[in-house]
């Protein structure tokens, strides 16, 4: 392709191209062809000297390059050529400049797009290879073709390399990164991590699926056996070398349902499905084919660490698992007002709303870390107490009053705007009169005095330029304003301001509807719990960036968890020790402000007397309790180890039952049981109390249910 040198004189500029911006479109696709063909860019940016020979002024030709590195099949994520498509239609824009006309959109709809708009705005098209008028028909047509061609270009290149990939791939040779338990041999093959801790490792991750029976289990069971996994990384100065990492869900899943596990080579597993992509996110719309549907399945490929059999089983399984989710219904969007909006203010995760049991009973909790890594939750609350606080704080934002003064607040930024305004058209009007006054005295000179006309038509010249630049840029001024309230809109919003109350509370107002409401005012709510008490902690960041911040109280499940917990105590023992009874104490305790754990009610006679007995405050223990020889060594009355471990007495007294623990009936005790557990024992009694179950599991698991094997035979 040869640059010829365009002339002046093309009959295809008007003056009214000329009198309108010259733009030259500058972009390489990636950072690395940005370095590699600085000749390329250094030739796009000549395109201005090419403008200048076709008749613009130098300060009329605008250069974009904003799109430099990116690459883009579609206009998406490129400013630059979007900024192009404005500024054509805002009338601005006489010639548009690029090295390669059809490569200044990179498919078809782009480009088409831009000739239509071109059209519309009379804009000249100008590259390389010459000068076109997308009014005319020839030319029109011209640029159609070189479009197509572009695309068709890219098309055959990518099918080129896609071709190449997909021969290699039929012979099951085209390879990635190696999985997890498996390295590149010398041969550039996949073999078996050749470190025994790995293999077994990977071994133990399949055994302890199948066992555990689910992903969850899974990661349970590595969590709590401290398992991590074997990486050997593909990048970074650490490349290839083994590591250990905590184990997640993510990796697992990946693990379990890879096909080179069985020995099999697959190819085209992921693959793209345009319907479930979201635009401007990359990663989006990808899915996992199953090993069946993809293109090419080599069975005994790689050596593998299970057969196809139990390869099968193991997607069967996991298949299943995902039906029974299913089976429990979509996630209820009903009653969670909140969800979507609120973080946790310790680790900064989203808290998801979950319902427990078969109730409505909603919580709001930090699981992420749970799911994915088997960790303790991190916090949670009931979500009734949330959602009011909030519901609360945002009628009286949209209280008459508080709508009064907002509107307010949108007549300064009017008020602000009309100065803009007044002050843009000041310096139009003194733009206009210097033109004019500039023409005026070009007029009044005389034919003759050459010099002096030339002088002055280049003035007259440069105050036109002048006026028509300020009128581009108030233009754009007008574009970025955001739209203003009329007076109708204002008494409307004040107007519904006085019924949201009612629309608020009205019988067919769906949740989704209050979900709405609050997301519009409300763009973040963060959760914060003082340790394990009630205090919560909550900051809302409302739309527009103002922050406020609540203290809400939570019910809790235990009188420990209460901040005021020690002064209940100590308050509780006065009254007793000043004679009040049961009932007199829950009176007392109501009036002075204290409140029980589940916050639903007053205290009453009986639970002080819960309170009381559970604190071992029940006055003398019986005598033989005390007496000595009663008991073996490391053994404990049941009520005193149930307040060792801080767990309720009918608890342990099931673990008895069921035989979790050693114990035995006491002779001449009134039938009291004595559990034996040495510090062993007991840690792991702690560790029973601290696990929590999960679906689909419900068991727990055998190691922390299993008395340990007792020294001394007496059972
Ligand atoms: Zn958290």
Same mark, same amino acid.
């Given at each position: ?31 690395? @062809? ?281 997607? @069967? ?217 009630? @205090? ?22 235990r009188y ?8 209940l105590c100590?308050?509780v ?9 049961f009932a007199?104490v829950a009176?007392?305790l ?6 029980p754990p589940k916050?639903?009610a007053?205290f009453t006679g009986s639970m002080v007397g819960r309170l009381w007995s559970g604190r071992g405050l029940h ?29 309720p007495v009918a ?65």
């Amino acid at each position: 392709m040869t640059e010829q040198p365009l002339t002046a004189l093309s009959p295809k500029i008007r003056d009214h191209h000329l009198a309108r911006q010259a733009l030259v479109y500058v972009r390489q696709s990636t950072p690395q @062809q940005v370095l590699e063909h600085g000749e390329s860019t250094a030739r796009q940016y000549a395109l201005v000297d090419r403008a200048v020979a076709l008749g613009w002024p130098r300060d009329r030709v605008q250069v974009i390059d904003e799109d430099q590195g990116h690459s883009g099949q579609s206009a998406a994520g490129r400013p630059g050529f979007q900024r192009l498509l404005v500024e054509v239609s805002l009338d601005h824009v006489g010639l548009v400049l690029g090295l390669e006309m059809s490569r200044l959109a990179r498919s078809c709809k782009d480009w088409h797009q831009l000739l239509e708009v071109c059209a519309v705005f009379r804009t000249l098209l100008a590259d390389a290879d010459g000068l076109y008028d997308p009014v005319d028909y020839n030319d029109r047509l011209l640029l159609g073709l070189k479009g197509t061609m572009s695309e068709a270009e890219l098309h055959i290149l990518k099918g080129r390399l896609l071709e190449g990939k997909r021969n290699k791939a039929r012979r099951g040779e085209l390879l990635n990164h190696p999985p997890i338990g498996y390295v590149r041999g010398p041969d550039g093959d996949y073999q078996l991590d050749p470190d025994e801790q790995v293999q077994n490792v990977l071994r133990l991750i399949f055994d302890s699926f199948e066992r555990e029976g689910s992903l969850h289990g899974l990661l349970r069971y590595l969590k709590a056996h401290d398992i991590q996994l074997p990486v050997r990384p593909h990048g970074g100065p650490n490349r290839g070398q083994l590591e250990w990492r905590r184990p997640n869900r993510m990796t697992l899943q990946n693990l379990l349902h890879h096909p080179i596990y069985a020995g099999a080579y697959c190819w085209g597993r992921r693959v793209l499905d345009p319907r479930r992509q979201q635009p401007g996110k990359r990663s989006t719309g990808r899915t996992v084919q199953r090993p069946e549907d993809c293109e090419v399945l080599i069975r005994d490929r790689f050596p593998g660490y299970i057969t196809w059999e139990r390869f099968e089983r193991i997607q @069967q399984r996991l298949a299943n698992n995902r039906a029974a989710v299913a089976a429990l219904g979509a996630p209820r969007e009903g009653p969670a007002l909140l969800s979507g909006l609120l973080v946790c203010g310790r680790c900064g995760r989203r808290l998801m709303p979950a319902y427990s049991g078969r109730s409505e009973h909603l919580r709001y909790t930090c699981g992420r870390a749970m799911l994915d890594y088997a960790e303790p939750v991190c916090l949670g609350l009931s979500g009734q107490v949330l959602d009011t606080l909030v519901a609360e704080q945002v009628l009286a934002a949209l209280e008459p009053a508080a709508v009064e003064l907002s509107l307010a607040a949108e007549a300064d930024l009017r008020a602000e705007r009309q100065q803009l305004e007044a002050h843009w058209q000041q310096r139009l009007e003194r733009a206009r009169y210097e033109a004019d006054r500039a023409r005026r005295q070009h007029a009044a000179v005389e034919p003759e005095n050459r010099l002096v006309a030339r002088e002055l038509e280049r003035r007259w010249e440069t105050a036109l330029q002048e006026q028509r630049k300020l009128e581009e840029d108030y233009h754009r001024f007008q574009r970025q304003q955001p739209a203003e309230l009329s007076a109708a809109q204002r008494s409307a919003i004040l107007r519904l301001s006085q019924d949201v109350p009612q629309i608020w509370q009205a019988a067919g107002m769906r949740v989704q509807d209050r979900q709405e409401i609050v997301r519009l005012l409300v763009e973040r709510i963060t959760v914060d719990v003082a340790g394990e008490s009630e @205090q919560v902690e909550v900051k809302l960041q409302w739309a527009g960036g103002f922050v406020s911040e609540h203290r809400l109280i939570r019910p809790v499940s235990r009188y420990a968890q209460l901040a005021d917990y020690p002064r209940l105590c100590e308050r509780v023992e006065e009254l007793r020790q000043a004679g009040c009874s049961f009932a007199q104490v829950a009176e007392h305790l109501n009036a002075e402000g204290f409140h029980p754990p589940k916050r639903t009610a007053r205290f009453t006679g009986s639970m002080v007397g819960r309170l009381w007995s559970g604190r071992g405050l029940h006055g003398p223990r019986p005598a033989f309790m005390a007496e000595a020889g009663l008991l073996q060594e490391h053994e404990f009355w049941l009520t005193d180890l149930a307040r060792q471990l801080e767990l309720p007495v009918a608890t342990l007294h099931r673990w008895q039952r069921v035989g979790w623990v050693h114990s035995r009936k006491v002779e001449g005790a009134g039938g009291r049981w004595a559990i034996w557990a040495d510090a062993e024992e007991r840690t792991r009694l702690r560790r029973l109390r601290r696990y929590r179950r999960h679906w689909p599991d419900p068991r727990y698991p055998a190691d922390l249910t299993t008395p340990k094997l007792r020294e001394n035979t007496q059972k």
